[in-house]
């Protein structure tokens, strides 16, 4: 796991911009509230998935312009085919709209796509179209967006430790060497620092099954807006306040005033 530690500036609240030496290299996003801000304007819950791929274009170049290194999306979880099976088929249809139209776009803006989550139950045709993301733009040395299709932690840290029992049966791994490098390793994740920041939209204040272990020092920011409304506006609130925190990772503070020992 990688870790960025940076002490809070001492800024007022209120700014517009946070210093760039401050800002996440990494943020991880629940794009949470499609459903009720499609419902509360009387439309079918398709219409705010929509708008919420439109966000999500947003999002991607305004995380860019500020310098953003790795931005991970939650766009679908191994839950979500619990949903009546039109929502299912209408949000795997926007998955592969979205791969189909948007990739070379974000291939010629030197974006790297990466895909985390179960590939081996998908349907042929997306398995493929997400293969393909991730090939056609494995060279790009701008931003990485990681998409979340078909993810959920239990199910990763599932696999990786299904990963790992082979490697100690074959003999290639003995467990009283096993640290926790060989875990990170063998998740989905495996090469990408921890997230620094985590964004959820929409109100709800919980993590749902996403990144459960690289989560695990992350500032979170929960914010009332639905995502299909998420803009740079709000995207910065984030940053400002994620700018004023103070990250340990369970040791000491930063700032030698302050010698008070934490607890995480
Ligand atoms: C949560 O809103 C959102 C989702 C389950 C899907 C998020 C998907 C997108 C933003 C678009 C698809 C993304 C790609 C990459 C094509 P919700 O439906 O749970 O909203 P609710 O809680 O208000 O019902």
Not at 8 to 30: F, R, T, Y
Not at 208 to 222: D, G, I
Not at 236 to 260: K, M, N, P
Request: charged share 25%; glycine share 6%; hydrophobic share 40%.
């Amino acid at each position: 796991m990688t870790s960025h530690p940076t002490t809070a500036p001492a800024m007022a609240h209120g700014e517009a911009q946070p210093s760039p030496s401050h800002l996440p290299i990494h943020i991880a996003v629940i794009m949470d509230g499609n459903g009720r801000w499609a419902t509360a304007r009387g439309l079918p819950r398709i219409e705010g998935h929509r708008r919420g791929v439109e966000a999500l274009r947003n999002l991607v170049r305004a995380a860019d312009t500020r310098g953003i290194r790795y931005l991970t999306v939650y766009s679908f979880s191994s839950e979500n085919w619990r949903r009546p099976a039109e929502e299912v088929s209408e949000l795997l249809g926007l998955l592969r709209f979205f791969i189909r139209q948007d990739v070379a776009d974000l291939s010629a803006r030197n974006v790297c796509v990466r895909i985390i989550g179960r590939r081996d139950d998908l349907p042929d045709d997306i398995g493929a179209l997400l293969r393909e993301a991730e090939t056609s733009t494995a060279q790009n040395t701008g931003l990485t967006l990681i998409i979340a299709f078909n993810y959920g932690a239990r199910d990763e840290l599932l696999r990786a430790t299904q990963t790992l029992a082979a490697r100690i049966i074959a003999g290639d791994l003995a467990i009283s060497d096993m640290t926790e490098q060989h875990l990170t390793d063998a998740l989905d994740t495996a090469g990408l620092p921890d997230p620094d920041l985590l964004i959820r939209t929409s109100g709800e204040v919980r993590l749902s099954n996403f990144l459960m272990w690289q989560l695990a020092y992350t500032e979170m920011v929960f914010l009332p807006v639905a995502w299909p409304d998420f803009d740079a506006d709000a995207l910065d609130g984030a940053l400002v306040e994620f700018s004023h925190r103070q990250r340990r990772f369970g040791g000491l503070s930063l700032d030698t005033s302050i010698q008070t020992k934490v607890t995480a």
